[in-house]
């Protein structure tokens, strides 16, 4: 073990489900006591706190809970902590407490991530919706046109890959039909009823060419992970997975400035930190709170040539669970709910672990890429089994 | 309440501020306005007080053609609010004579299924308070 490197060790995770009514800062206690549990560390011994958006004010049900109120809230003496949205997306914050471990900042920093959206959807006169006179920042050049949905976004993006490479739904289908296929082995997926070409095919569009099993589902839900510096590794009692490169970018800050998502910058920069291949990889867990994200993530990663992501999982089989490249193995957020980009790294974890039971994928995986966002902002991380 | 035409489209209105004004309020002069570095003449959009190519502080609001071509599009169904009425388009137009900059917005006037990737689209203002909002049209 490299003493100057960062492994992610605990993994957690609380119950997942629509409209919960466990508080939110104790399904973050669930997922913690996991990822304690499972790296044999107590609570005492993490002295640094991670996460992203931070607690969001005006919109709990997006993240409800912060970093230093969970610092207070369970006695964590901290060295260093971190959380906010102005990050390279969800594992950004995965990103920073590497770094702050490989700087010595920390030695076990507890990276969350808790949702709480299909809870304040059904509660809203506990967690009332943000509502503004007027809008600015990024929204005014977005909801005068009524363009306020990422859904509107991620499809103009996916609707350029229809006009210039020829992308079709039956081959975008294979993403939501490989999820919900795999989440229907994993006990706590959000859905898990099949889901059929046909029935896909007849999907109410939402913006086209986007349907409703394109999208993710609000849950409610927290996953831990714990990032710890190789020098403190002695005191963990599980198989310690490391990260073996980072990558992370914003294009334009912005959904329509920017000519390329930011998942194709980072793709790219991910495989100039490492002497890991492409063809290493094992499994990839990539962030799909719409489908499309994933088509451009196996593009970016470079599995294969921009714009051939549509034929590259025609048909299915090359990306399902037993096939050469098992993808969202646990149902992605389409099918085991939207945890917000931790859900991708959990899996990957468990997966190098061997610890997938029911759905674990064969041949002794030992690398896997996880990812999150896609859009103006991205990060992707390897990370490898020593 | 205020009174809204028949046809008027509910709109979530911007926040004027020194930034933005002269895009919202552009449409009353019938003028597409954006900021431009008058040093190396960088088109600036979002707009804000410094080039981003050059970081020259020289950034001034001008006129441009209003004409563009949809870089991309979507249809978009889905009822995100009781009072919208679906479908529509939403369009990421490109627009001539101020290269890089796209605006996302709406492309009205003709059938949602007419609509396609190359199609030139001239502005259209339509007026709500002190908002001129740059709607846009085909062409021919």
């Given amino acids: 073990m490299a003493a100057a490197e960062a492994y992610i060790t605990g993994v957690g995770q609380s119950a997942v489900g629509a409209g919960q009514t466990r508080h939110p800062l104790l399904l973050t206690l669930d997922a913690t006591r996991e990822a304690l549990d499972e790296a044999g560390l107590t609570i005492a011994q993490i002295d640094g706190v991670s996460t992203y958006p931070g607690r969001a004010q005006g919109y709990l049900g997006f993240s409800p809970v912060g970093a230093d109120e969970l610092i207070d ?12 949205s102005e990050i390279s997306s969800q594992l950004g914050a995965v990103v920073a407490a590497a770094a702050a471990v490989r700087a010595g900042l920390a030695r076990h920093v507890l990276c969350f991530r808790t949702v709480y959206e299909a809870a304040a959807l059904a509660r809203p006169e506990e967690y009332p919706p943000l509502r503004r006179e007027r ?47 795999n989440a229907m082995l994993n006990p706590r997926a959000l859905v898990r009823q099949p889901l059929t070409m046909d029935e896909y095919l007849a999907g109410r569009m939402i913006s086209t060419p986007l349907c409703v099993y394109d999208c993710d589902r609000f849950t409610d839900a927290s996953t831990v992970l714990i990032v710890s510096a190789g020098a403190a590794l002695d ?16 294009e334009r800050h912005s959904w329509d400035q920017a000519e390329w998502m930011a998942s194709y910058p980072t793709g790219r920069d991910l495989w100039k930190r490492t002497d890991y291949r492409v063809e290493d990889v094992d499994t990839v867990q990539l962030y ?49 709910g939207r945890l917000h980009g931790f859900g991708f790294a959990h899996e990957a974890v468990v997966q190098l672990r061997g610890r997938a039971g029911e759905r674990q994928i064969g041949g002794d995986p030992r690398v896997a890429v996880c990812t999150s966002g896609g859009g103006p902002l991205a990060t992707a991380l390897l990370l490898a089994r020593d | ?14 926040r004027l501020d020194a930034d933005n004004r002269s895009f919202w309020t552009g449409g009353k002069d019938g003028q597409l306005r954006l900021m431009q570095c008058q040093d190396c003449r960088t088109f600036i959009h979002p707009p804000r007080p410094v080039c981003r190519s050059c970081l020259s502080e020289r950034v001034e609001s001008v006129a441009v053609a209003g004409t563009g071509v949809v870089d991309t599009f979507t249809v978009n169904h889905q009822k995100w609010h009781k009072a919208m009425e679906v479908p529509y388009v939403i369009a990421r137009v490109a627009l001539d004579g101020a290269p890089g900059v796209f605006l996302t917005t709406n492309i009205v006037g003709c059938p949602v299924d007419s609509v396609d990737v190359g199609d030139r689209v001239r502005v259209k203002f339509e007026q709500q308070d002190d908002v001129f909002l740059p709607l846009f049209e085909k062409i021919g």
């Fill in chain 1, 235 to 250: 005191e963990v009692r599980c198989q310690p997975v490391r990260i073996a490169a980072m990558a992370g970018t914003v």
């Fill in chain 1, 135 to 181: 809008v600015d920042g990024q929204a005014q050049w977005f909801a005068p046109f009524n363009a306020t949905s990422p859904a509107n976004w991620t499809a103009q993006y996916a609707m350029r890959h229809v006009k210039r490479y020829g992308l079709t739904r039956e081959q975008l289908a294979q993403i939501a039909l490989t999820a919900r296929a």
């Fill in chain 1, 73 to 84: 809230a369970l006695g964590i003496r901290a060295t260093w902590y971190a959380g906010g």
């Fill in chain 1, 288 to 336: 799909d709170g719409f489908s499309f994200f994933v088509l451009t993530w196996l593009e970016a990663l470079g599995f294969c040539d921009v714009g051939s992501g549509g034929r590259f999982v025609e048909g299915g089989k090359r990306i399902a669970r037993d096939g050469e490249l098992p993808l969202n193995t646990f149902g992605g957020q389409i099918g085991a």
């Fill in chain 2, 1 to 14: 309440m205020k009174k809204v035409e028949a046809m008027t489209v509910s709109r979530a209105l911007p």
